[in-house]
């Protein structure tokens, strides 16, 4: 295996992981698979034979590391030294309280914190700052994630929820990454447990009022079936399910209109989705049916006044349309914002006299606001809506919570040289007020930066649209320049360029970054995400190969200079690319990556396939099994040489399990033809997320930069790197 080793002493290495064949024969439809690794599947994550294979991988992957120990250590130095540890979020009021997060030196997690609003009669305003100093109301610290997390390995709260009178909070932690919750009530005050906690619940919570609250369990492979009512002061077995979704396609989520006088239980598959209210008031009422179950018809709700304000989308109008019916007639519906072939409608956010529509053109986010009629005042189609302008090219724009009762809207921005900046927006006047800046310590210039979009024709004339970031400085353009090439492609998600400090130690390095806007996203419309699924998935491959041809193309790069980098959905991507066209690439990068695609989607008992059959197809049907079989990443390793190869795993990881990208290595080793690097980290306390501190998160950044800089022989000797 050639690796090289920057170091004057070489201990000797470990051999190179070789696991054990066992045959396994699976027939169906007439063709025969044959998986000698099926035994690395290990539910119980116990098998002494299995950790023991997976700790070899992990000690050949630090071995073949460790001469460029030196490297890594100052990749995630520099990683770290633009962080300013000890920092605040932007305080959100709710009520009389200012609510924000707190970091401090050196600590991985952070404190949720609260002060009082002064005066706390004070009407909100885009000029809203929170008074720190000494006069100004002392800071209360409700948690500190950091005490909890002492115990832990991994921790992680996945809910931090107030009670509407400010005075308890229901907090969901997990501490093993595997996302089966424990729910704890606490005074926001004292800190005093309310009552027993609530076990094995999903992270989606609400108040339910003051005295109960709405959560969700899940079935034994882990899809959310069951909502339940707990009233404060009672123990979780005399809870009452006020919903049992019985359809293995369905899961449940939950969802608080903004008012806080509804929630909305949403039941929902990858094609169809119908919601449950319940009133906050009386919530001894239960569920009352919204929208009802129509197959291909997908709804979400939200309230204002005597109106229930409905998203739809169906596959007439599958960029959905903005519909409002009254609270006492929910049959009867008003087209408040008709469909639109180029615009697709992605989110609703109301306010008392406003709604805000989150939409997309162009691959593009827009953010238009439009005034709403007073209550009571008849409500018909909006005209006029107000957009708001961003300044890059290609950017982010997420909600944030904002106040139901004003005229400000809250939201986030990015873009792939600007860092995460939190804007208040005064939906009256227009004036937009910047509340807070991620800050970037060091020598960081946003100018030295150039983000574009740029187009690349995928085989079948398709234009794709590719977001790129570089230092104008250092970059030739002339296809000497090492590029990192990021996808995913799958589930409508639309990876929008944000920003990233920890990227910054490759773009400082003569990196360009790219992420391709491929078919199976969201980017493009509902279209978009159509044209990559089910049997048309090959498109988000072929559409992949086509952004690094043109970058090869038009001298971004050349193959020698060019890696590539996918996680889950995204690392199936990878693999399936690999096999397709490994002589493309000089390196990739696969993170938990989702590739024993009909092996898994053949079995029930694994969390996620049923719900997952929409996405993907159902192979127990001909057709859909010998196309997915047809790309499947495991199914179609050849005898072939590949590039230097980087895969992650968690072994709690409830989404893709460990032994897919474990198979995935072994089928590689055994088969491929070449001398490349092939490595294998799989985290043995952690999940799909990986590591759940701030720093440890960064120390693995700083260990897969490290890899590429390796991989394209970008390692500088041991005293430039010191010097």
Same mark, same amino acid.
């Given at each position: 295996m050639a690796a090289t080793i920057e170091s004057s002493y070489s201990p000797a290495p470990p051999p190179v992981p070789?696991?054990?064949?066992?045959? *396994? #024969?699976?027939?169906?439809?007439?063709?025969? $698979?044959?998986?000698?690794?099926?035994?690395? $599947?290990?539910?119980? =994550?116990?098998?002494? #034979?299995?950790?023991s294979y997976l700790q070899a991988e992990n000690a050949y992957t630090d071995f073949i590391m460790s001469g460029t120990k030196h490297l890594e250590d100052q990749i995630y130095a520099d990683m770290r030294g633009r962080i300013k540890e000890d920092d605040i979020s932007a305080p959100v009021r709710r009520g009389a309280y200012y609510y924000y997060k707190r970091t401090l030196e050196g600590k991985e997690y952070v404190q949720h914190c609260r002060r009082l609003v002064s005066p706390v009669e004070a009407l909100p305003s885009v000029y809203d700052t929170m008074p720190t100093g000494p006069d100004a109301p002392h800071e209360h610290v409700i948690l500190d994630e950091n005490t909890k997390a002492q115990e832990h390995a991994y921790y992680s709260i996945g809910a931090f929820k107030?009670? !509407?009178?400010?005075?308890?909070?229901?907090?969901?932690?997990?501490?093993?990454?595997?996302?089966?919750?424990?729910?704890?009530?606490?005074?926001?005050?004292?800190? %005093?447990?309310?009552?027993?906690?609530?076990?094995?619940?999903?992270?989606?919570?609400?108040? /339910?009022?003051?005295? /109960?609250?709405?959560?969700? %369990?899940?079935?034994?492979?882990? $899809?959310?079936?069951?909502?339940?009512? *707990?009233?404060?002061? %009672?123990?979780?077995?005399?809870?009452?399910?006020?919903? *049992?979704?019985?359809?293995?396609?369905?899961?449940?989520?939950l969802q608080a209109s903004e008012s806080k006088q509804f929630l909305f239980v949403e039941s929902g598959s990858k094609n169809t989705g119908f919601i449950f209210y319940l009133d906050v008031s009386k919530p001894e009422g239960g569920l009352t049916v919204l929208t009802p179950r129509l197959d291909g018809i997908d709804t979400s709700a939200s309230h204002r006044g005597n109106h229930f304000y409905i998203k739809r989308r169906s596959n007439e109008y599958f960029n959905s349309e903005v519909l409002a019916c009254p609270l006492d007639n929910v049959s009867t519906m008003t087209v408040l914002i008709p469909h639109r072939e180029s615009v697709k409608i992605q989110k609703i956010q109301l306010f008392s006299d406003h709604l805000v529509v989150y939409e997309r053109e162009n691959g593009l986010p827009k953010v238009t606001v439009y005034r709403l009629p007073a209550v009571g005042?008849?409500?018909?189609?909006?005209?006029?809506?107000?957009?708001?302008?961003?300044?890059? !090219?290609?950017?982010?724009?997420? !909600?944030?919570?904002?106040?139901?009762?004003?005229?400000?809207?809250?939201?986030?921005?990015?873009?792939?040289?600007? !860092? =995460?900046?939190?804007?208040?927006?005064?939906? =009256?006047?227009?004036?937009?007020?910047?509340?807070?800046?991620?800050?970037?310590?060091?020598?960081?210039?946003?100018?030295?930066?150039?983000?574009? =979009?740029?187009?690349?024709?995928?085989?079948?004339?398709?234009?794709?649209?590719?977001?790129?970031?570089?230092?104008?400085?250092?970059?030739k353009l002339d296809g000497s320049d090492p590029l990192l090439l990021y996808g995913y492609g799958s589930y409508e998600i639309c990876i929008d360029p944000s920003f990233k400090a920890s990227r910054l130690s490759l773009l400082d390095r003569g990196f360009i970054f790219a992420i391709a806007h491929i078919r199976g996203g969201g980017e493009m419309g509902r279209q978009w995400y159509e044209n990559g699924k089910l049997l048309k998935k090959r498109n988000t491959f072929t559409d992949f190969i086509a952004c690094a041809e043109y970058l090869i193309e038009m001298k971004f790069c050349s193959k020698e200079k060019l890696c590539i980098q996918g996680g889950s959905a995204g690392g199936l991507l990878i693999g399936a690319v690999l096999n397709m066209r490994p002589d493309l690439f000089k390196a990739a990068v696969t993170r938990v990556p989702f590739v024993d695609v009909v092996t898994t989607m053949l079995d029930p008992s694994i969390p996620l396939t049923t719900s997952e059959w929409e996405e993907w197809g159902d192979p127990?049907?001909?057709? @859909?099994? @010998?196309?997915?079989?047809?790309?499947?990443?495991?199914?179609?390793?050849?005898?072939?040489n590949y590039p230097k190869i980087l895969v992650t795993a968690g072994l709690n990881d409830p989404r893709v399990m460990y032994s897919e990208p474990a198979k995935f290595v072994a089928k590689l080793r055994d088969m491929k033809m070449d001398d490349n690097v092939l490595l294998f980290k799989c985290e043995l306390g952690a999940g799909h997320f990986s590591k759940s501190g701030r720093f440890e998160k960064l120390k693995e950044d700083a260990f897969v930069d490290t890899f590429i800089l390796k991989a394209l022989n970008m390692v500088p000797t041991l005293g430039r790197v010191q010097s």
């Open positions: 070789a696991a054990k064949k066992v045959k *396994h #024969e699976m027939e169906l439809f007439g063709d025969v $698979r044959i998986d000698n690794y099926y035994w690395l $599947r290990d539910d119980s =994550r116990s098998s002494p #034979e299995v950790l107030v009670s !509407p009178n400010n005075k308890l909070v229901a907090y969901a932690e997990d501490t093993k990454g595997d996302e089966i919750y424990t729910v704890y009530i606490i005074d926001a005050e004292t800190r %005093t447990p309310v009552g027993k906690p609530l076990v094995r619940i999903t992270s989606d919570l609400e108040w /339910a009022g003051n005295e /109960a609250l709405l959560y969700i %369990t899940m079935d034994e492979v882990l $899809r959310p079936d069951k909502v339940w009512l *707990h009233k404060l002061g %009672t123990d979780q077995s005399s809870d009452s399910c006020l919903y *049992h979704e019985k359809d293995d396609m369905f899961s449940l989520g005042e008849p409500l018909t189609s909006l005209q006029g809506g107000q957009t708001i302008d961003f300044l890059d !090219p290609v950017y982010t724009v997420d !909600p944030s919570e904002s106040q139901f009762s004003s005229s400000i809207l809250r939201f986030s921005y990015s873009s792939l040289r600007t !860092p =995460r900046s939190v804007y208040d927006y005064d939906m =009256r006047t227009g004036i937009s007020v910047l509340k807070k800046i991620e800050t970037v310590l060091g020598d960081f210039d946003a100018s030295k930066y150039i983000t574009e =979009r740029k187009w690349a024709n995928a085989s079948d004339g398709t234009q794709i649209p590719l977001s790129i970031v570089y230092r104008k400085d250092l970059v127990r049907k001909e057709e @859909f099994y @010998f196309y997915m079989k047809s790309y499947s990443p495991v199914d179609n390793i050849k005898a072939q």
